[in-house]
């Protein structure tokens, strides 16, 4: 076995580890780091996606039409269990309703715990999630297709489609579920109930799939129906779990993908003995060593943001990607480690049917007593169980998860729903210490912040790291490509990573920029609409890679930025030419969300074209004149890794 | 011998073999090594609420793995890359087989 042994210094054996630890999947983790990163804003990019709710006007609080919403929901769903209202916030102006069904009576007692409105994630959904805990609990003694359940578990287990996915205004809707492991989902399934011919209400504006089923005007209380899109959520799915294939297929390459990017993080680091040095170098023109020095700077820049991104996307794997830990914990019975997490959570008194009616209390007072109680802080959503009885009871959420380390806990007022005097509310448990590193694990990844500020930051950081990942792999290109431009011809294996660089990166920029395009150009009442835009983005992507074959690399590369730089600076144009709200008048109205989207669009587009422009003007010197020891410049390691290897 | 000899000798080779059980070690000693720490340390760690200790044993998984990755690339023979790994993992196993027999 020693026979084989070559002893290396350490830098030189990291810095080797580093380079093919990130080039192996650096593509891949590309798509994953920039559709994550767009992830961040998956609301207002749903938002943006459906013009039709752009009209919906920005009230106050106390101005918002409930009692229009209430008699809406008593139309629609008078025998329901429970009726949630989600306020409109700074992430979406428009009011949501969402149901949940009274209990089935085939459901044994017990089999899941029966909580009035669960506190643990967010707002909006909640009768959702809970009801799809339960449906879990349930899922083996559940007869398939028993009741309306059915059609609305097949509905939300088809995330692939997601189209009619609309998340709740804060998008911390199922903070555990969307990565929780498939096992459970997978015994709802094996067992495909029928699907019901559904009311009509299903296929619309939301519904569906957590989101709230029907969108009002917060002022006028009037209905607005979205299209159905895909919207932000395909690409933040792609981002964990790929798409067109089994979703433990697409997770498990993303997890693999994250441990390659654990390393190239960690050993990266290792070689770089000069890191603060290093960040404030930048000598641009001078080819593979500014690809260096920006490889350096975006590395180190926001290296807290990659190294805590990169590991709580694995622990969000743990059970997937660790499931020993369960299996040895609890033989593993997963739900029985649910089990012991759910019961940790507050529980409150269920309200039982008293058959008397009464009428409800008024929700405006109810939802200026909470904002006093909590200091102004604005109320998430309004969950009214047992409506109509005279044993309802609402509970209102603060909007966002407030708590860092208490992630699963968002505070919460319970008020008897007929008069409405104050309930006990159950008291938020302080959380572990490893409870609270978990929580903040998994809140930093999603982005769960009530104010926009973090978001932002954590959007930039994510930016930041996608150059990082695109100029490491010019640096592989760029440096070999110095060594045989005297040759005839580049070996074929540069050749590939070359036409991938192109395709991955400027491609890639070009099939999102279609994707919106798509949204737009896709008649609203089309056939599949969602599945479309979705189509058409791979299709451009798959046009890239053909493109990047065709031409020549300088070529594509300025023809693929360009195209995507237009692309993007035009999406404001296109949203207010297809019924959007334009940039001015989104400002105007303050809809900080669609300017955002807009002002991006062309921010980003700007950014490409540039890109472009520079590529096109690039003239690359015939020799780099070395200068100062070569083995004391930044990155030596990595190149002298890079000969090594090529 | 005539083919370990030409193994041997030939550097492009030897580093190509070289490479690969050391990837090879990193890729599957490595993730054996976690998966084995996260069900010792889920069992094991004193926490008066389970969950605790399977949450931070999932996390010291993914930190034993990337461990063993930077190790079995760092040690500077092929023999304590693997013992490196090896140790620990028999450690993890007798503190399993430990609370499995208590």
């Known amino acids: ?646 | 011998m005539k083919t370990q000899g030409w193994l041997v000798s030939n550097p492009t080779v030897r580093h190509r073999i070289d490479v690969g059980l050391r990837t090879g070690l990193a890729a599957f000693g490595g993730y054996g090594l976690a998966l084995l720490g996260a069900a010792a340390l889920a069992a094991g760690l004193p926490f008066d609420f389970k969950p605790d200790a399977v949450s931070l044993a999932v996390m010291l998984g993914f930190l034993l793995h990337l461990t063993a990755v930077l190790w079995a690339f760092a040690a500077a023979t092929l023999l304590r890359a693997a013992l490196g790994l090896a140790v620990p993992a028999a450690f993890f196993g007798l503190w399993l087989l430990s609370l499995h027999y208590r």
């Open chain 1, 1 to 646: 076995m020693t026979t084989f042994d070559q002893a290396r210094p350490l830098r030189q054996s990291m810095s080797w580890l580093h380079t093919w630890s990130g080039l192996t999947l650096g593509w891949l983790l590309f798509a994953v780091y920039v559709t994550g990163t767009l992830s961040y804003f998956r609301n207002e990019i749903t938002f943006w996606m459906q013009p039709e709710l752009h009209r919906a006007q920005v009230v106050a609080p106390e101005r918002i039409a409930y009692d229009r919403a209430l008699a809406l929901l008593a139309r629609e769903a008078p025998d329901a269990q429970q009726w949630t209202i989600t306020l409109p916030g700074a992430r979406n102006p428009t009011l949501g309703l969402s149901w949940q069904s009274p209990p089935a009576e085939n459901r044994q007692p017990g089999a899941a715990r029966e909580r009035p409105a669960n506190r643990e994630g967010a707002r909006g959904e909640e009768g959702a999630r809970e009801n799809r805990g339960r449906d879990r609990g349930a899922a083996t003694r559940e007869r398939p297709g028993a009741d309306g359940e059915g059609a609305r578990r097949e509905n939300r287990e088809r995330v692939q489609a997601a189209t009619r996915e609309r998340p709740s205004a804060d998008g911390e809707e199922s903070a555990i579920d969307d990565v929780e492991p498939l096992e459970a989902t997978r015994q709802a399934e094996a067992n495909p109930p029928q699907r019901q011919a559904g009311p009509q209400r299903q296929q619309q504006g939301g519904g569906g799939h957590r989101g709230p089923r029907l969108v009002l005007d917060p002022a006028s209380g009037e209905t607005l129906e979205g299209r159905a899109t895909a919207g932000g959520n395909f690409l933040y799915r792609f981002h964990f779990e790929l798409y067109g294939m089994d979703r433990i297929w697409g997770r498990w390459i993303v997890g693999i993908a994250t441990m390659f990017m654990f390393v190239a993080l960690v050993s990266g680091v290792i070689v770089h003995r000069r890191i603060f040095k290093d960040f404030f170098t930048f000598r641009p023109g001078k080819g593979k060593r500014s690809w260096l020095d920006g490889h350096n700077a975006s590395s180190v820049l926001s290296l807290p943001f990659h190294l805590i991104i990169t590991f709580s996307g694995l622990v969000l794997f743990g059970h997937m990607m660790m499931p020993t830990a369960f299996q040895s914990a609890y033989q593993g019975n997963f739900l029985a480690y649910r089990e012991a997490m759910r019961a940790r959570m507050p529980q409150s008194e269920t309200p039982r049917p008293s058959g008397e009616r009464a009428p409800l209390t008024d929700l405006a007072a109810l939802v200026a007593a909470a904002q006093q109680t909590w200091g102004g802080k604005p109320v998430g959503s309004i969950a009214i169980t047992l409506p109509g009885d005279r044993n309802a009871v609402v509970e209102l959420r603060q909007m966002g998860f407030p708590s860092l380390t208490n992630g699963r806990n968002v505070p919460a007022l319970r008020f008897n729903g007929v008069t409405g005097e104050r309930l006990a509310t159950p008291a938020l448990p302080e959380p572990g210490a490893v409870q609270a590193i978990g929580s903040a694990l998994n809140l930093l990844h999603r982005g769960f912040f009530a104010t926009p500020v973090p978001r932002w930051l954590l959007f930039l950081s994510g930016v930041g790291g996608s150059l990082m990942i695109a100029s490491g792999l010019l640096v592989w290109s760029v440096a070999r490509a110095r060594k045989t431009s005297g040759a005839a011809r580049a070996p074929w294996g540069h050749r590939l990573v070359e036409v991938l660089n192109i395709a991955s990166i400027a491609g890639l920029m070009v099939a999102i920029a279609v994707h919106f395009w798509a949204n737009r150009l896709i008649p609203a009442d089309w056939p599949a609409r969602a599945d479309w835009e979705i189509r058409a983005f791979f299709i451009a992507w798959a046009v890239t890679f053909v493109h990047a074959i065709a031409r020549r690399p300088k070529a594509a590369w300025v023809e693929q930025l360009a195209c995507a730089g237009g692309l993007s600076a035009l999406l404001p144009l296109i949203n207010a030419a297809t019924g959007g709200l334009a940039l001015p008048g989104s400002i105007g109205r303050g809809l900080g969300l669609l300017a955002g989207f807009d002002l991006c669009a062309l921010a980003i587009g700007a950014g490409l074209l540039f890109a472009a422009y520079k590529v096109r003007r690039h003239a690359p010197p015939a020799r780099f004149a070395a200068s100062g020891d070569p083995a004391t410049e930044p990155g030596a390691p990595l190149r002298e890794a890079a000969e090594e290897a090529a």
